[in-house]
């Protein structure tokens, strides 16, 4: 029997919840900052990871923020992707759906086209080299206006064809979907998937409110669901899947201990929980270090183990036949590897 890091990283996984800002290592930050005249903060790249020591959320996204002012130009946003789609492709993912935040950086006055454009381009070079196919999701900063979401769609259209779905991230708390109800719609509209975070930080009633008002067909995150008996019951019913991020929780305090995390539970009651990094440069770990944190404190059985990884496949935006193709794998993996 292979050892348990050899099990999991063989397993055919998709990964559905990605920040492509969030991949951005120290490393790469101080490489920007030097290529582009930008004065950091912190003085190494020790003293900035020294400094990822979050509290909650939004200490977290302080930094992230910060983190993402040094990507200037079309080839920093080519790097950065390049970089994360050589360590999923290295811990067995073989699909990624990646959220960008757009208004990060149209806000500092760069083009929507030099964003979509550098990751696009990785994505492609990405799939030529590895296999690796991929989407993208334009996600919303819910802290900002709704007027502002609206802008960013309404640019975005120009590349319409190179992105499939909406998300919606950044300060959950007094930041319900409601508020974005009118530009999610106009994006239905236009014919893309929606997804939203909900139920990391805020309360399970914006799970309701994403499903209900935004019509998301996935939940990131959603752990929170929890303290809503009849939610729970929903999500196994209609087999509404969420992208749990355990490395991320621990790092922002959801959960005091990765011995404490609901993906267990939620599991056995049948819910559709997949295994993801959320920003992998700042929580300590990509898919891989996710699935063994949780495989480790949790006790997971390899059964289990494949069954994270079957939901990655299901929960993705990937067509039938593609779908088809990689359970097969995952069923015929089953036999010969445990
Ligand atoms: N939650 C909300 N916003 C985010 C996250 C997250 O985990 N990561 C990047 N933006
Ligand atoms: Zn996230």
């Known amino acids: 029997m292979p050892d348990l890091e050899s099990f999991i990283r063989a397993l055919p996984k998709a990964e559905l919840h990605l920040h492509i800002e969030g991949s951005l290592e120290p490393e790469m930050v101080f490489d920007l900052a030097r290529k582009h005249g930008v004065t950091l903060k912190y003085p190494t790249v020790e003293a900035l990871r020294a400094a990822y020591d979050f509290h909650d959320l939004q200490s977290f996204l302080d930094i992230y923020y910060a983190g993402a002012d040094v990507l200037r130009e079309e080839s920093d946003f080519y790097d950065m992707t390049a970089a994360y789609l050589t360590r999923a492709h290295a811990d067995g993912v073989v699909h990624t759906e990646i959220f960008f935040d757009p208004q990060t950086h149209t806000e500092r006055g760069i083009a929507m086209g030099v964003v979509i454009g550098g990751i696009s381009r990785a994505l492609k070079d990405a799939e030529t080299r590895y296999g690796i196919t991929s989407r993208l999701i334009l996600c919303f900063l819910r802290h900002l206006s709704e007027e502002s979401a609206m802008q960013a769609l309404e640019q975005a259209l120009a590349f319409r064809d190179q992105f499939v779905a909406v998300g919606l991230d950044s300060s959950e708390k007094g930041h319900p979907p409601s508020k974005f109800a009118r530009v999610f719609a106009r994006a239905r509209a236009e014919g893309l998937l929606a997804v939203a975070h909900a139920g990391e930080e805020g309360p399970p009633a914006y799970i309701r409110e994403a499903l209900g008002q935004l019509k998301v067909v996935r939940i990131d995150h959603g752990v929170r669901c929890e303290e809503d008996a009849a939610l729970v019951q929903r999500l196994a019913t209609e087999q509404i899947p969420l992208t749990v991020c355990p490395l991320s929780n621990i790092r922002l305090k959801v959960f005091p201990r990765m011995a404490d995390h609901n993906l267990g539970r939620l599991l056995q009651q049948g819910l559709c929980v997949t295994v993801n990094s959320d920003d992998p440069a700042y929580f ?26 079957r939901n990655s496949i299901t929960a993705s935006f990937l067509d039938a036949p593609a779908k088809q193709h990689w359970l097969a794998r995952i069923d015929a993996f089953d036999e010969v590897e445990s």
């Not at 300590?284 to 994270?308: E, F, I, T």
């Open 284 to 309: 300590g770990g990509y898919v891989l270090a996710n699935y063994m944190a949780v495989a480790k404190a949790l006790a997971l059985s390899r059964a289990q183990l494949r069954q994270l990884a």
